[in-house]
């Protein structure tokens, strides 16, 4: 099985969705709390080119993209959760 991140990320893309994914483990942020992942995701949309993003319900973000492909205005939503669970992990091994 092929990851697609593969195709969709350069390199750089990719290792700077893995430093957020990083950061988000080592600073978790409780539900209606995530200002420093709210803030972290806009940065790095905006890195990537994509511009326009809006904010809702206190700490949540999205962003309306048009695509430019010819043919019927098609829709697709992706939702992600960025709130922590006030849990103890297990692995104290990792730094993230």
């Known amino acids: 099985m092929h990851n697609l991140t593969n195709y969709l990320l350069n390199e ?3 290792e700077a969705v893995v430093q ?3 950061a988000m483990h ?3 942020e ?3 709390s995530e200002w420093s992942t709210q803030k972290r995701i806009g940065e790095t949309l ?18 309306d ?23 103890q992990e297990q ?3 990792l730094p993230y």
């Open 12 to 14: 750089a893309e990719r």
């Open 20 to 22: 957020m994914r990083h």
């Open 26 to 28: 080592r600073e978790p």
């Open 30 to 32: 409780l539900s209606n």
């Open 46 to 63: 905006e890195n990537f080119g994509v511009r326009g993003a809006k904010t809702f319900h206190k700490t949540g973000l999205y962003i």
């Open 65 to 87: 993209i048009e695509g430019s492909a010819p043919g019927p205005k098609r829709s697709i939503a992706l939702r992600g959760d960025i709130d922590a669970l006030p849990i």
């Open 91 to 93: 692995r104290e091994d």
